[in-house]
């Protein structure tokens, strides 16, 4: 599979380091299976010298050994960058022997304020996308229109019904993130009803979960590190440059290491579903429409039934496929239970104790089609608690299960 966004800014410099070959290794190369999704960018594959043929690996291999080869293959892949080929860029840069493999010496380079000897997992298992640290940009000043009485106007109107959103609500505070914005940047500080929020969404692992900012370190914002760890997105606080794994909230390298963002309940519904719920709710728009093709896919069927996790080599989940799709709760403290979606879709409604999770048809994937208004119904999730008086909106992720079974490995995926 390909980490297919990237930068999303007009000039970006590719920090040398981040790519340069390292001595190479004998019999290593960067594989991936000829069943996955290729990248709609023949240029891309023509720069690292790729080639491709049914049911067959590709492989590629590094052709930028020397000093003034390697200096044009980067100017090479700074174009890529600055023109938003991601294809070109993600075929390109894992051509590099040693690119997606972990090398602390040469990320002190890019990250000189890390402290890499203060880590909870084995640096080995954090790997390089393909871009580089805020290749994928973050949004740190979102911008939103403004529903009325549930109707779109401006450049939210093209939201169809069915496109999926990141719910969150604050008191009367009610916004919604667009995957096919989020799909393009991955993070968004916030601040919403006067909470400061981070709002994630990791394409690879399908995860779109919601934090608080605030710490007992004090308030963080957040960047891309361009890396992944069991394919997740791993991100970055500003203020200590830790890197934080988006799957659990927690930070796992540098001088926060150990502490925990909060999780926020939020939704991942289709827009029209938002629109029901909140009539005047914000909704989050480019702050440069033109500067990506929102509303592109750019992992056309990376869910599928067959396909494969990009750059992850764990054990993989018994029982269901790996890009099969389940609810991840935790239900009691530390008692982390998920829930095929397709056993979700079959009932329509789970019950565990006190926590009821429900379903319903009417939201699109973003990560089937090559637009993501065109991708195939996975429907509605909602994942609430039974208090006195109602029920209450919990925590719950829509992911992959591959992704729960490595954060998860001894947690149960409930398929009957």
């Given at each position: 599979?390909?980490?297919?966004?990237?930068?999303?800014?007009?000039?970006v410099?590719?920090p040398?380091?981040?790519?340069?070959?390292?001595?190479?290794?004998e019999?290593t190369?960067?594989?991936?299976?000829?069943?996955?999704?290729?990248p709609?960018?023949?240029?891309?594959?023509?720069a690292?010298?790729?080639?491709?043929q049914?049911g067959?690996?590709?492989?590629?291999?590094c052709?930028?050994q020397?000093?003034?080869e390697?200096?044009?293959?980067?100017e090479k892949?700074?174009?890529?960058?600055?023109?938003?080929?991601?294809?070109?860029?993600?075929?390109?840069?894992?051509?590099?022997?040693g690119?997606?493999?972990?090398s602390?010496?040469r990320?002190?380079?890019?990250w000189?304020r890390?402290?890499?000897?203060k880590?909870?997992?084995?640096?080995?298992?954090?790997?390089?996308?393909?871009p580089?640290?805020?290749?994928?940009p973050?949004i740190?000043?979102?911008?939103f229109?403004r529903l009325e009485?549930?109707?779109?106007?401006?450049?939210?109107?093209r939201l169809a019904?069915?496109?999926?959103?990141?719910s969150?609500?604050?008191e009367?505070?009610?916004?919604?993130y667009?995957?096919?914005?989020l799909i393009w940047?991955e993070?968004?500080?916030?601040v919403?009803?006067?909470v400061p929020?981070?709002v994630?969404?990791c394409?690879l692992?399908?995860?779109?979960?919601?934090?608080r900012r605030?710490t007992?370190s004090?308030?963080?914002?957040f960047?891309?590190?361009?890396?992944l760890?069991h394919s997740?997105?791993?991100?970055y606080?500003r203020?200590t440059?830790s890197?934080w794994?988006q799957?659990?909230g927690e930070?796992?390298v540098g001088?926060?290491?150990?502490?925990?963002?909060?999780?926020?309940?939020?939704?991942l519904e289709s827009?029209?579903?938002?629109a029901?719920r909140f009539g005047d709710g914000?909704?989050?728009?480019?702050?440069?429409?033109?500067?990506?093709?929102?509303?592109?896919?750019?992992y056309?069927?990376?869910d599928?039934?067959?396909?494969?996790?990009?750059l992850?080599?764990?054990?993989?989940?018994d029982?269901?496929e790996?890009?099969a799709r389940?609810?991840?709760?935790?239900?009691?403290?530390?008692?982390?239970?998920?829930?095929?979606?397709?056993?979700?879709?079959?009932?329509?409604?789970v019950r565990?104790?006190?926590v009821i999770?429900r379903?319903s048809?009417?939201q699109?994937s973003?990560?089937?089609a090559?637009?993501?208004?065109g991708?195939?119904d996975?429907g509605?999730?909602?994942v609430?608690?039974?208090?006195r008086?109602g029920f209450?909106?919990i925590?719950?992720?829509?992911?992959f299960?591959f992704?729960?079974?490595?954060?998860?490995?001894g947690?149960p995926?409930?398929?009957?």
């Amino acid at each position: 599979m390909h980490r297919l966004e990237l930068a999303a800014v007009a000039d970006v410099t590719t920090p040398r380091s981040a790519l340069e070959c390292p001595p190479a290794q004998e019999g290593t190369a960067q594989r991936r299976s000829a069943s996955a999704p290729v990248p709609e960018d023949p240029a891309g594959a023509a720069a690292c010298n790729s080639s491709r043929q049914s049911g067959e690996v590709m492989e590629t291999s590094c052709r930028t050994q020397g000093k003034e080869e390697r200096e044009q293959a980067m100017e090479k892949l700074r174009g890529h960058l600055r023109r938003g080929s991601l294809g070109a860029v993600m075929i390109f840069a894992l051509a590099l022997p040693g690119a997606s493999s972990a090398s602390p010496d040469r990320w002190r380079s890019e990250w000189p304020r890390t402290d890499f000897a203060k880590h909870s997992v084995d640096l080995d298992e954090i790997r390089s996308g393909g871009p580089p640290k805020d290749g994928i940009p973050a949004i740190d000043h979102p911008r939103f229109e403004r529903l009325e009485h549930g109707r779109a106007a401006g450049w939210s109107a093209r939201l169809a019904p069915s496109e999926p959103v990141v719910s969150f609500v604050v008191e009367r505070d009610a916004r919604a993130y667009p995957l096919r914005i989020l799909i393009w940047h991955e993070i968004v500080n916030d601040v919403v009803g006067g909470v400061p929020v981070l709002v994630t969404y990791c394409p690879l692992c399908n995860s779109a979960i919601v934090f608080r900012r605030s710490t007992a370190s004090g308030l963080l914002d957040f960047g891309t590190t361009g890396k992944l760890r069991h394919s997740d997105l791993v991100m970055y606080d500003r203020q200590t440059e830790s890197w934080w794994q988006q799957f659990s909230g927690e930070a796992i390298v540098g001088a926060l290491t150990g502490t925990r963002l909060s999780l926020l309940p939020a939704r991942l519904e289709s827009f029209a579903r938002f629109a029901k719920r909140f009539g005047d709710g914000l909704v989050l728009v480019p702050n440069d429409p033109g500067l990506r093709n929102y509303g592109r896919n750019p992992y056309v069927a990376y869910d599928r039934q067959g396909a494969r996790p990009f750059l992850y080599d764990g054990s993989m989940p018994d029982g269901i496929e790996p890009m099969a799709r389940v609810v991840a709760v935790e239900v009691e403290p530390g008692d982390h239970q998920a829930f095929a979606l397709s056993l979700l879709r079959e009932r329509g409604e789970v019950r565990q104790g006190d926590v009821i999770l429900r379903w319903s048809a009417g939201q699109s994937s973003a990560l089937d089609a090559a637009i993501v208004d065109g991708g195939r119904d996975v429907g509605n999730v909602v994942v609430q608690r039974q208090m006195r008086g109602g029920f209450v909106d919990i925590p719950y992720d829509v992911t992959f299960a591959f992704a729960y079974h490595a954060f998860h490995p001894g947690s149960p995926i409930h398929t009957r």
